[in-house]
T-cell receptor, first 112, second 113 residues
Framework: SQTIHQWPATLVQPVGSPLSLECTVE??????LYWYRQAAGRGLQLLFY??????ISSEVPQNLSASRPQDRQFILSSKKLLLSDSGFYLC???????????FGQGTRLTVV | DQQVKQNSPSLSVQEGRISILNCDYT??????FLWYKKYPAEGPTFLIS?????DKNEDGRFTVFLNKSAKHLSLHIVPSQPGDSAVYFC????????????FGQGTTLQVKP
């Protein structure tokens, strides 16, 4: 069966520090991968998606970047965190564009 | 521009009664709709979906209704149970768009024993 792993679960980082969140999917190949963010009291906003290795599309301009170095690995990064980067970050995957997405457990990021 | 809207931030229902969560959308290109359930500090869990070629889909206690002319969908939970208390997100997507989901703001459902 397919599983998705996302870590860390919680993270407190100072302003200006770098960020690296990792997500891996098991039990499938060539998944579509996504990074979403849920800000406090808000819905889920799509940040990045990838349909293949090295292919990254950004949905909103921001202080973050994403990379997909391997088929089932998706990384969310920042060189210098801002206070506004605080939120709940979720990685998700789909078999293809026409199926439901499955989410990881999320990372609570607090920038102080 | 909020393409998917859940206008009710919260809903409180008595155990055993019906819960009805509503969702409106503006983009007529959406052809697939989903409902997710989310507990605090966890990722959303897929509940049920419906294709735009249907107007109803049922899975156990959960039924989703789609009214394309009104650009409206709803999730019915019957009977409601205290374990159903969570945040429910409506999401939509359209074919050929890499599977990207557009989410509503969510509705917090509280089912009282």
């Amino acid at each position: 069966s397919q599983t998705i792993h996302q870590w860390p679960a919680t993270l407190v980082q100072p302003v200006g520090s770098p960020l690296s969140l990792e997500c891996t999917v098991e039990g499938t190949s060539n998944p579509n991968l996504y990074w979403y963010r849920q800000a406090a009291g808000r819905g889920l906003q799509l940040l990045f998606y990838s349909v293949g290795i090295g292919q990254i599309s950004s949905e909103v301009p921001q202080n973050l970047s994403a990379s997909r170095p391997q088929d089932r690995q998706f990384i969310l990064s920042s060189k210098k965190l801002l206070l506004s980067d605080s939120g709940f970050y979720l990685c998700a995957w789909t078999v293809n564009a026409d199926t439901e997405a499955f989410f990881g457990q999320g990372t609570r990021l607090t920038v102080v | 521009d909020q393409q998917v809207k859940q206008n009710s931030p919260s809903l409180s229902v008595q155990e055993g009664r019906i819960s009805i969560l509503n969702c409106d959308y503006t983009n007529s290109m959406f052809d697939y709709f989903l409902w997710y359930k989310k507990y605090p500090a966890e990722g959303p869990t897929f509940l049920i979906s419906i294709s735009s070629i249907k107007d109803k889909n049922e899975d156990g206690r959960f039924t989703v209704f789609l009214n394309k002319s009104a650009k409206h969908l709803s999730l019915h939970i019957v009977p409601s149970q205290p374990g159903d208390s969570a945040v429910y997100f409506c999401a939509a997507k359209y074919s050929g768009n890499t599977g990207k989901l557009i989410f509503g703001q969510g509705t917090t459902l509280q089912v009282k024993p």
